[in-house]
Nanobody, 125 residues
């Protein structure tokens, strides 16, 4: 059974850091493109970052570029999102997703066929 489980969310002050984790079961993450998405209240779910399968090239939304870093641990079958210099506008539910057919890194929701349940990130003083 294919499953993605996110963890690591929480409450953090502006300027702080969090590391989100995405654990995969039922498949090998390195065979899939992995994306991180987020959805704030009343807003559409948007792409944050992605990492290409196997070769690991990455992409970031302009709003997080230079602050967030996506990485993969193939031994642990995990993907991470390191988030630094967090801002209140980063507050959202964060989701990881896997695409079985993307051969590149694209942050487009319809391209992803497996989704986790999400983890809440709140940036507030």
């Amino acid at each position: 059974q294919v499953q993605l489980v996110e963890s690591g969310g929480g409450l953090v002050q502006p300027g702080g850091s969090l590391r989100l984790s995405c654990a995969a079961s039922g498949f090998t993450l390195d065979d899939y493109a992995i994306g991180w998405f987020r959805q704030a209240p009343g807003k559409e779910r948007e792409g944050v970052s992605c990492i290409r399968r196997r070769y690991g090239s990455t992409s970031y939304a302009d709003s997080v570029k230079g602050r967030f870093t996506i990485s993969r641990d193939n031994v642990k079958n995990m993907v991470y999102l390191q988030m630094n210099s967090l801002k209140p506008e980063d507050t959202a539910v964060y989701y990881c997703a896997a695409s079985s057919f993307l051969t590149t890194c694209v942050m487009s929701k319809p391209m992803y066929d497996y989704w986790g349940q999400g983890t809440q990130v709140t940036v507030s003083s």
